[in-house]
């Protein structure tokens, strides 16, 4: 039988296994299990040709017990109500798991958004904007970017939010670019927090030498080659949507990157193999991160991966199924609700700032992230120590943990 890889029934899932390992009350249970709200709209775009088009957009917020939601934007033909509800529920562990006092959110068009032109865009991004404007705002909802969403749309979002309230509040997206009162750091937060991982995953502490594969090479999977290769690892493999390349000497993510802005493609990158998606998650390596989109690590393939170590830069990537395969082949996971939580861990930084009209320097903003980060892993570590569970099953008691005790405390009104 073909695997359930619905997001949200494996959200659920989760839920419910930390809810049992946790002893949670039976309210506690049924409130986390469904977002607080969520908002379907039709959003009609005027095209360059002339036509008309009407796409789907998303908002949905989980719960807000431990501060305002926050949560990113993905432009995606395959964006549904329960892929946004997944990542709704998926953001709310991650930052209870990282420490910062924000709920979980999540937004999304169904657009393939590389087929539109770049004024077709903008009226798509402020058209959706306008018409989830009643429930974001910089103490309500913030958002931020995510696949095929970058700092542009977030400046569209403010703008057009701004001209509504008549004044400019930067504090409503995070993302932004730095001129318009964006954080140093956050265009690679997520990928730093990636490697900060990744380096305390392995024995040594040190990626010097360790041969990493990357799946997707785009803001998080370029930037955490790039920041892997500085740090003297050797990047043997990456790829994207339309497939991977590789090579056993290593490859240098620089010229990786120019190639694909030339061509579109990583793929028939000069002197190296060009491979399948599959092949990649099937080299032998030291470190796969996947860093593309949901359910790329499945019970079909999990069999024959021969990395290592996991850490997961994406959400979602591995089901349910290719887990359990996973943890009978020992192959260590470090999850994505802790993996990947750099990027919200600096946009609560760029948020801060924005609310204190501050902006704090490269080195401030990397000492505090790598401080936060270093902290959240040792806490879901050991925690999985003491549980004897894995990190994802730490992660989960851990997050869904903090904010249970917010709902607990907060009770239940009226
Ligand atoms: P992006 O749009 O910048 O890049 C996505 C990359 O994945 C592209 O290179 C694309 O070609 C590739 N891709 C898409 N489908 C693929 C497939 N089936 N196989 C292989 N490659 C494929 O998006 P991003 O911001 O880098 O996000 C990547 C993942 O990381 C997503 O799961 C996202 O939710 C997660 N994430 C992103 C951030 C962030 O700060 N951007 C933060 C946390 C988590």
């Not at 501060?67 to 529920?89: N, Q, S, T, W």
Request: one cysteine or more; aromatic letters at 8%.
């Amino acid at each position: 039988m073909s695997e359930n890889i619905n997001p949200y029934e494996i959200a659920l899932q989760q839920l419910k296994i930390a809810t049992e390992r946790l002893g949670l009350d039976q309210w506690i249970y049924e409130v986390l299990k469904h977002p607080k709200r969520s908002i379907v709209v039709s959003i009609p775009v005027k095209m360059d040709n002339g036509e008309t088009r009407v796409f789907m957009g998303y908002r949905v917020q989980h719960i807000d017990a431990l501060g305002p939601f926050k949560g990113g934007i993905r432009y995606h033909p395959k964006v549904d109500l329960d892929e946004v509800k997944a990542l709704a529920m998926w953001m709310t562990w991650k930052c209870a798991v990282a420490g910062i006092p924000y709920g979980g959110a999540k937004g999304g068009i169904a657009v393939d958004a590389n087929k539109l032109s770049m004024a077709e865009l903008e009226r798509l991004t402020r058209r959706y904007t306008s018409m989830i404007m009643d429930i974001i705002g910089p103490y309500r909802d913030v958002p931020a970017p995510d696949v095929n969403t970058d700092a542009q749309i977030m400046a569209w979002i403010l703008d057009t939010y701004s001209q509504f309230k008549g004044y400019l509040v930067p504090e409503v997206v995070t993302g932004k670019p730095v001129y318009l009162g964006g954080s140093e750091v956050r265009s690679e937060a997520t990928a730093m927090g990636v490697f900060y991982c990744t380096r305390e995953a392995l024995e040594d502490k040190s990626v010097k030498g360790k041969r990493i594969v990357i799946q997707g090479f785009g803001k998080v999977g370029w930037n955490a080659a790039r920041i892997l290769y500085d740090h003297g690892a050797k990047v043997i493999g990456v790829s994207d949507s339309k497939g991977g390349i590789m090579s056993q000497e290593g490859l240098n993510p620089y010229k990786v990157y120019e190639h694909k802005a030339k061509t579109g493609s990583v793929i028939n990158f000069p002197g190296v193999k060009t491979i399948t998606n599959e092949e990649l998650l099937e080299l032998e390596c030291d470190v796969l991160i996947p860093a593309a989109i949901e359910n790329t690590i499945t019970k079909e393939n999990a069999g024959n991966i021969k990395a290592r170590i996991i850490v997961e830069g994406a959400n979602g990537p591995t089901t349910p199924q290719a887990d359990k395969i996973l943890i009978e082949k020992g192959v260590k996971v470090v999850p994505d609700i802790l993996a990947n939580t750099g990027g919200v861990t600096v946009s609560y930084f760029e948020w801060v700032q924005n609310l204190h009209r501050e902006h704090w320097t490269r080195e401030e903003v990397l000492r505090k992230l790598e401080t936060m980060m270093v902290r959240a892993f040792y806490n879901v570590k050991n925690l999985a120590e003491k549980n004897e569970v894995t990190m994802r099953e730490a992660a989960l008691m851990l997050g869904v943990g903090r904010v249970a005790e917010a709902l607990k405390t907060l009770g239940l009104w009226p």
